[in-house]
């Protein structure tokens, strides 16, 4: 790759304030585009294509393009992926890249290889807002939402380094994207929802919607809107079946009790078309996983297309709790089985490079007023 194409798309290279960036533009902006600069609309589909179904890294990538016009678009727009500062190999093959982006704030991504799938895990956020008390992202405050060109961008980037864009017939290594990295989606749910639109487009990057998954810590007035816009699959983030429980370790149920999420989560599948919903329950010792709290989650979730993940807790450095102890996850699992609701117990990935479910935090802080004066 030329130095001109890297600085493309590096923070700090040829990109400019003033330059807009094609990545995370639908192909209805990109059409607008092109007319405010004199061009044919037409354009907007070969600039959608190179940039979404052939990856083009530069403006120079696109061959199809007389060369005025390239010269025309590089005055004015840019193909910027983020910056990879970091990128980690665990011993089971998961893969981390942490990346910053325009500003200088970083988030991370995780890639999970399995034998028929392989899925990434994307961030919605700069840090989180939810301060969740057994997750260590929470602990780092809410910098900022990433844009639609951060989002899209993660997916971009993985491709790009997972297996490229042309495979002649073979399979793909990236099948399924889950929005279960760094923050909260639904406190960004503009974003998502235009996101999803471009990973899900088959003339982009064409990702099945039954293979996206939206994970949320139950923000439920947004719920109805994700569902009916989107169609994506839904994960609840429950961990406790019980207020007193759940409001202990995520301060977001006080806002939003299990009786107002439970009501809109039994309607959540007939307004995205969706079969199931998935509930994410880390086991914590002495905290949620006791026979009885089993016994209340069937309870609870009784009636809903359901199946739960049930998630050993992944320890980092001055963590508060202990994971389950194994017998016990099993004990758990049983119980829910009895209650016919699918309790898989997932298998911890990535736990050596900090990658594991809860373990994601990059070293980007708050800008302060003061700071900015």
């Known amino acids: 790759m030329s130095n001109k194409q890297l600085n493309d798309f590096m923070p700090g290279g040829n990109m400019t304030d003033n330059k807009k960036n094609f990545i ?3 192909i209805e902006q990109i059409k607008q585009e092109m007319v405010m600069i004199g061009e044919k609309p037409f354009r907007a589909k070969q600039i959608y294509l190179w940039i979404y179904s052939k990856g083009a890294k530069s403006i120079d990538d696109m061959t199809d393009l007389s060369k005025s016009l390239r010269e025309k678009l590089h ?22 890249w942490l990346l910053k982006y325009k500003d200088g704030n970083e988030a991370e991504m ?28 929470g602990t780092q405050k809410l910098v900022r939402n ?15 380094m997972l297996e490229g864009w042309q495979l002649n017939g073979e399979k793909r290594k990236l099948t399924n994207i889950v929005f279960m990295g760094m923050g909260e989606p639904l406190y ?20 099945s919607k039954r293979k996206i998954t939206v994970s949320t810590s139950g923000v439920a007035d947004q719920l109805e809107r994700l569902g009916s816009e989107t169609n994506a699959s839904l994960a609840i983030s429950l961990h406790a ?9 995520m301060p ?46 069937a309870k609870l979730i009784k009636g809903i297309p359901s199946k739960v ?39 911890t990935r990535g736990e050596d490079i900090m990658a594991a479910c809860g373990q994601l935090k990059s070293e980007s802080e708050r800008i302060g007023k003061w700071q900015k004066k």
């Open 252 to 297: 977001i149920n006080k806002k939003y009790n299990l009786d107002i999420l439970m009501d809109i989560c039994r309607k959540y599948p007939e307004i995205s078309n969706t079969n199931r919903i998935t509930w994410e329950y880390v086991m914590l010792k002495g905290v949620n996983d006791t026979n009885e709290h089993a016994k209340l989650l």
């Open 110 to 137: 995780v890639f999970i290889p399995e034998y028929d799938r392989g899925t990434l895990c994307v961030s919605s956020q700069v840090g989180c807002t939810l301060t969740c008390k057994f997750c260590h992202t």
């Open 24 to 26: 995370g533009m639908d």
């Open 188 to 207: 960004n749910t503009d974003n998502i929802i235009s996101s999803l639109k471009i990973l899900t487009d088959k003339n982009g990057i064409a990702i």
């Open 146 to 160: 990433l844009e639609i060109s951060e989002i899209t961008g993660q997916v971009i980037i993985a491709r790009d």
């Open 75 to 96: 005055r004015n727009y840019c193909v910027s992926r983020p910056y990879i500062t970091n990128h980690q190999v665990s011993k089971d093959g998961t893969q981390k």
């Open 309 to 347: 993940n049930l998630i050993p807790f992944n320890p980092w450095d001055n963590s508060p709790y202990e994971c389950s102890e194994p017998e016990q996850i099993q004990n758990f699992a049983k119980i829910l089985l009895k209650n016919k609701i699918p309790a898989p117990i997932r298998k």
């Open 241 to 249: 079946p019980d207020d007193e429980t759940r409001t202990k370790i």
